[in-house]
């Protein structure tokens, strides 16, 4: 092994995300279990991703994160820092130990099925991180499958927007098998620097579905009862809507398929708005009943 945990890390923090980490939205109180979280989640990712380490060697470093996590060395501070959070908060590893399964799955797995195995490799990358937030806001469990169904759309919409550098500098592909088959594409194409008609098709295809699941997840932030964080998952529902809409029209390989700060911004008051409303709307529904109903 060449390099530690620490000079693993991209230098990448939780401001340069795609949508918003533990924001000012967000209660004090709760930021820091969640600033804990991410933290050690972003070290594991930047290990998986790291292009200079071998996977055994990353693996080994993974392994050592779960370790301190479970308290059986102190090791690594980020994994101590989330130990003592868990503890004080009477929570268990379980999403960070399914977060660990995915990025091992990221140095060991680099390609997917269909539709269903890529689901499946995002109920450990992407859904454990919503359910960590609400555990942490001792939300109702009940709400799992609509947080469920956002997390797994904006884990896929990471994938399309950075399809090509997967491929490039990883060789790991998320689009499935299947998809490329069916459109008679082929996974070289990733490489190219604007995609393929058929390659188009695969994305549109992919972003087709992932509008489907943010469907499945409009109701999400109206069931939450904390309601800055309700608020927040508003603003997150909004970004991801509008970067699908991008996703069906642009290509990532060729054009910009991220929103900049002032998109973001935009996006997320429309979010936010649409979010109050939705509240107001759950606790006054006779508000929108027509006249005389």
């Known amino acids: ?6 000079e693993a890390r991209s230098g990448k923090g939780h401001r340069d995300e795609n949508f918003p980490v533990a924001s000012r939205l967000i209660h004090p109180r709760h930021r820091k279990p969640i600033l804990a979280f991410y933290e050690f989640v972003r070290t ?4 998986a991703d790291h292009a200079g380490l071998a996977p055994a060697d990353k693996l080994t470093l993974l392994d050592r994160l779960e370790a301190t996590l479970l308290g059986k060395s102190n090791e ?14 009477q929570l268990p590893p379980r999403h960070a130990l399914d977060l660990l399964t995915a990025f091992r799955m990221d140095v060991t797995k680099l390609r997917y099925r269909d539709w269903d195995d ?7 990358s992407a859904m454990p991180v919503g359910r960590f937030v609400l555990d942490v806001h001792e939300e109702e469990r009940t709400i799992w499958p609509a947080n469920d169904a956002l997390c797994a ?8 927007q950075d ?3 997967d491929y490039l500098d990883l060789g790991r592909v998320y689009i499935p098998l299947e998809t490329f088959a069916e459109a008679g594409a082929q996974v070289e194409s990733l490489a190219a620097p604007t995609a393929s008609p058929a390659l188009l098709a695969c994305i549109r295809k992919l972003a087709g579905r992932t509008a489907g699941l943010l469907v499945e997840s409009k109701g999400f932030s109206p069931a939450i009862s904390d309601r800055r964080l309700a608020l927040e998952v508003a603003v997150i529902q909004g970004l991801a809507e509008r970067l699908v809409n991008l996703l069906k029209h642009r290509d990532p390989l060729g054009q910009r398929v991220h929103l900049g700060m002032t998109g973001v911004a935009g996006f997320g008051l ?3 708005i649409s979010g109050a409303i939705r509240r107001i709307a759950r606790f006054f529904p006779a508000a929108h009943k027509p006249q005389g109903a």
């Open 118 to 124: 890529l689901i499946g490799y995002c109920t450990y």
């Open 44 to 47: 594991a990712d930047d290990i």
């Open 76 to 89: 690594e501070p980020v994994g101590v820092a989330l130990r003592s959070q868990l503890a004080e908060r």
């Open 163 to 165: 399809c090509g550098k």
């Open 1 to 6: 092994m060449t390099i530690t945990i620490l």
């Open 153 to 160: 759309a904006l884990q896929i919409i990471n994938h399309l």
């Open 270 to 272: 429309l979010g936010l």
